[in-house]
């Protein structure tokens, strides 16, 4: 038995400690705002925070979430008012918006490290997650919209 | 045209509206804009009644809005409604935007070609404003006054003389027994009333879907979720056309949560919108299917295909490119320039293999009970849907129903459903709803891939330094061998997108398209074949300008010569596609593709920092999807060879532009496509298997390639709306070549540029 918390609610997992985090996210506990990209860590479509750190949900085995705290993008805040979701929504960021839980839940990490980002401190942060439509000048605005509104 | 219809009482579209509401349908002449959708219109027209647009009001005064095409990120399910709900002058807060399913009687529903725009802006227009007029007479009957004192504003009908008002809610029951007024009387708004669409729009709209995507809500193909539905994953032939010789499912089926496996048969050809074949894995959830599949043992009986080498292919591409080929435009007399002694130049351009790899890789649910199917996928194309899944399981299109959810990506992959069918087939077989689930690498090895392609350029070169001859070949696989196996050539989809419609000012022109056999699915990406031939024109445009040692983007101007209407009949184009579109609605105007390049001179700043040491810049422009835009790229390049795009400027006339700010997220987007295709987009091909798997080797753009900044600069214009989807993508690849050359003297002739030298 696994003991973990996610978006600050008690789960104990009793499957397969070998499986993804990604798919007890979405195949079991229905929270499919996670998305399933790539299942290898290249493209950040499935990241998701543990323990204050942006992690690739398809990568991180269960056995590893033993005692940890997962915060996906459902859990990000009560209701969509997180600057950053408030940032991406003022500047239009999501086009198919099928990567943007990843990007946002990434940006949500640097802030908390970095509340003040460069545009080096945001390529090197978000460069791990892929949008295929090309958002990428919009990501950066929001994440500096949002770093003012953080500061 | 179109035509609009009061269903009020005729129960349509249960589940939507309520009995009492008011309801009008807008029927549009399908469009006939692929070679293969016309089956699907064919169908539509000759259906007895085929709305395009359903539109509804409320008792309660909610209107409801169907929106028929796939969202697949360029807004169009929220701009479509946007349009009609200007016409109806309704609050956009009282607007509800429902999902159409798959239904021959909308006509046609594949969402590609940049054609929803242009396809039913008109539709969209009528329906709102006939159901504003039919608002506006109920009010002046129960006022009894004349409809001409009363107006339309903000979802109430007004008595202008007395200020009395009536929300629309309230006059639904007596407009629904109104005739509709003849689309010839219709009176559209003025330009200078629109409220939510155009460029000065007071009221303009944020998407429908932006809050839900921005908190993890909005539902994809990937998140349906049915109760009992199993997971399955596919192991499909390495190889086009293969087969199953042995299957050893034993280990699989010792896996935690594997409850079977079932092998699919591979398509007969052609391939079509088939499944590939295969076996699949089926279990109770992703990552068990995942898991069980590693432990197939498969013997492959490979076929024919096993033979592919994408480097021998690519070296047959282009020698049959410097052969003669099929004609497809002639103007006077190329052999005769070349052999008169002017000076000639000459050279060949390559562009691989593309994968579309949205990032949704494909999926969709699928149940099928007493002979009928639900299916729910991320798809472009859901009439097709309806096809495919009847055509495998010998059912009639009508018994399967398609649900259309958020398309995480598009590109052309998702108009293309083999992956519905693949679920379809596996429930019946399972008895239960079945998710397919492609992973990455899947997607990667079995795309309906962008054509490989190998062009020829020569022309002769007059006294002022201008081309007096064009000859232009082009060689690649055709995406008419979906439908025709034994297809060599392209056909006029493919010429229109940039062969046989170039538009310089040349005497002497010539467009030849040289034979290739198929042997790797092949399909449309976003587009399609103007990314090679743009690619190669343009650039080949550019190496003319250096060796005449003007400017070029001012001798891209002198080739296209005084502004004018092209007349690509008498140049011996019998069929121009036109994307679809009538010539004499929407003609090939030079004078539109002049003014963006002029535009383009202009916004970035064109021949103010000399090029060299590093930094350079590059243009190009083509017309596309009936829009015109031009591309200006910046590069620098430093002492390792590693580049970073800076600047990208988009100029773009779109004729008149519904939602400016999506419009210009689309050409963003495309900059970031074009770039990231020109970088480093390839798949290569050895034994008829795909090399390439994953993002790790087949590199997508991210954040630090991408171009730092775009500008998007939008022409105003009132012409007819265009494409603008895909007319941001072709001219990126040539402009940003031309912009290394420009920085480096290094000409690159092939994509991708990751395998040239640069330093």
Redo the contacts between chains.
């Keep these: 038995m696994i003991k973990l918390t996610i978006n600050n609610r008690p789960h104990n997992f009793d499957g397969?400690p070998a499986?993804?985090l990604l798919?007890y996210l979405?195949?079991?506990l229905?929270?499919?705002?996670?998305?399933?990209?790539?299942?290898?860590g290249?493209?950040g479509?499935c990241t998701v925070i543990r323990d204050g750190e942006a992690v690739r949900s398809c990568s991180i085995t269960m056995k590893d979430l033993a005692g940890k705290r997962v915060t996906?993008?459902?859990g990000?805040s009560p209701?969509?008012t997180h600057p950053l979701?408030k940032a991406?929504?003022q500047a239009?960021v999501?086009?198919?918006?099928?990567?943007?839980?990843g990007q946002?839940m990434q940006a949500a990490a640097l802030l908390r490290k970095k509340p003040r980002p460069t545009d080096q401190d945001?390529?090197?942060a978000?460069?791990?997650?892929?949008?295929?439509?090309?958002?990428?000048?919009?990501?950066?605005a929001a994440i500096k919209t949002a770093a003012k509104e953080v500061a | 045209m179109s035509s609009v219809t009061n269903i009020s009482r005729r129960g349509f579209l249960d589940g939507i509206f309520s009995a009492g509401a008011f309801v009008l349908a807008a029927q549009v002449l399908p469009k006939n804009a692929w070679g293969q959708t016309q089956e699907y219109a064919g169908k539509a027209a000759a259906a007895a009644f085929h709305p395009s647009i359903y539109l509804g009001i409320e008792p309660d005064g909610t209107v409801y809005i169907v929106t028929h095409r796939s969202e697949m990120g360029t807004g169009i399910r929220t701009t479509l409604p946007m349009v009609a709900a200007d016409e109806l002058e309704a609050d956009w807060k009282r607007v509800r935007v429902e999902q159409g399913i798959g239904d021959k009687n909308y006509g046609d529903q594949n969402t590609d070609g940049s054609k929803s725009i242009r396809g039913f802006f008109t539709a969209f227009r009528e329906a709102g404003a006939s159901a504003r007029v039919m608002l506006t007479s109920a009010a002046a009957a129960q006022w009894n006054v004349p409809a001409t004192e009363c107006k339309a504003q903000l979802h109430q009908i007004i008595h202008t003389p007395s200020g009395r008002k009536y929300g629309y809610g309230e006059l639904v029951a007596a407009a629904a027994k109104l005739p509709v007024p003849k689309p010839e009387t219709l009176q559209f708004k003025p330009k200078s009333e629109w409220r939510y669409i155009g460029e000065h729009a007071p009221n303009a709209q944020q998407i429908v879907d932006l809050a839900d995507i921005c908190t993890g809500k909005a539902i994809y193909g990937m998140d349906v979720k049915r109760d009992g539905m199993l997971y399955a994953s596919i192991e499909h032939p390495p190889v086009m056309g293969g087969k199953v010789r042995s299957l050893d499912d034993k280990a699989a089926l010792q896996v935690k949560g594997v409850h079977q496996t079932m092998t699919i048969d591979t398509f007969k050809p052609p391939y079509a919108f088939q499944p590939l074949g295969g076996v699949a894995v089926i279990a109770d959830s992703t990552w068990s299917a995942f898991q069980g599949r590693k432990q197939l043992k498969i013997e492959w009986e490979d076929g024919p295909n096993a033979a592919y080498d994408s480097e021998q292919y690519k070296q047959q591409l282009l020698d049959t490119a410097k052969k003669p080929g099929k004609v497809v435009r002639n103007a006077g007399d190329v052999d005769a320039a070349f052999a008169s002694g002017a000076k000639v130049i000459e050279a060949s351009y390559y562009v691989p293999l593309l994968a579309h790899a949205t990032m949704e890789p494909p999926v969709a649910v699928a149940e099928y009970r007493d002979g009928k199917v639900t299916a729910w996928a991320p798809t472009q194309n859901p009439q097709a849907v309806q096809d495919t899944v009847a055509k495998a399981m010998n059912l009639k299109p009508e018994d399967v129903i398609c649900h259309v959810t958020l398309l995480g990506g598009g590109f052309g992959r998702k108009s293309k459903p083999d992956y519905v069918a693949e679920a379809a087939l596996i429930s019946k077989q399972t008895g239960k709803p079945v998710k397919v689930v492609w992973s990455r690498e899947d997607d990667i090895r079995f795309d309906y891939y962008h054509a490989v392609s190998g062009m020829y350029h020569k022309a002769a070169i007059g006294a002022n330094g201008m081309p007096t001859a064009w000859l232009q070949r082009s060689v690649f696989p055709s995406i008419s061998a979906m439908n025709d196996a034994s297809s060599m050539y392209g056909f006029d989809v493919e010429y229109g997108m940039g062969l046989n419609d170039l538009p310089f000012d040349i005497p002497n022109h010539r467009a030849e398209n040289g034979a290739a056999q198929t042997h790797i699915r092949i399909g449309w990406f976003r587009s399609v074949a103007n990314i090679y031939h743009v690619f190669s024109a343009l650039s080949f445009a550019d190496e003319l300008a250096h060796a005449a040692g003007r400017d070029p983007l001012e001798y891209q101007l002198a080739m296209l010569g005084p502004g004018k209407v092209l007349d690509l009949k008498s140049q011996g184009v019998a069929n121009y596609w036109n994307y679809g579109e009538p010539y004499e609605k929407y003609p090939f105007d030079t004078k539109r593709l002049r003014r963006v390049l002029e535009i383009a001179a202009e916004k970035s700043g064109w021949g103010k920092r000399k090029p060299g040491n590093g930094w350079g810049i590059g243009v190009a422009a083509a017309r596309s999807f009936t829009s015109y835009v031009a591309s200006v790229v910046e590069v620098e390049v430093d002492a390792n060879g590693r580049i970073r795009i800076p600047q990208v400027h988009q100029v773009v006339d779109a004729g008149l532009i519904v939602n400016p700010e999506r419009a210009r997220a689309q050409f963003e987007g495309a900059a970031v496509m074009g770039a990231s295709l020109a970088l480093s987009g390839e798949v290569s091909v050895a034994d008829g298997r795909v090399r390439q798997s994953n993002f790790h080797d087949f590199p997508v753009a991210r954040i630090n390639q991408a171009p730092r900044q775009t500008d998007v600069h939008i022409v105003e214009s009132d012409e007819l709306p265009g494409g603008v989807g895909e007319p941001g993508v072709p001219p990126i690849a040539p402009a940003f070549a031309n912009a290394i050359f420009a920085a480096t003297g290094k000409r690159i002739r092939e994509l991708p540029f990751s395998k040239q030298k640069l330093v």
Excluded: H, V
């Excluded at chain 1, 499919?32 to 299942?39: L, R, S, W």
């Excluded at chain 1, 949008?131 to 950066?140: K, L, S």
């Design positions: 397969d499986m993804p798919w979405r195949d079991d229905g929270l499919t705002g996670t998305k399933f990209g790539c299942g290898a290249l493209c479509a996906t993008i459902e990000l209701n969509g979701q991406w929504m239009n999501p086009q198919c918006g099928y990567c943007q839980a946002i945001i390529d090197s978000m460069e791990g997650n892929i949008c295929r439509c090309g958002t990428y000048q919009r990501i950066r």
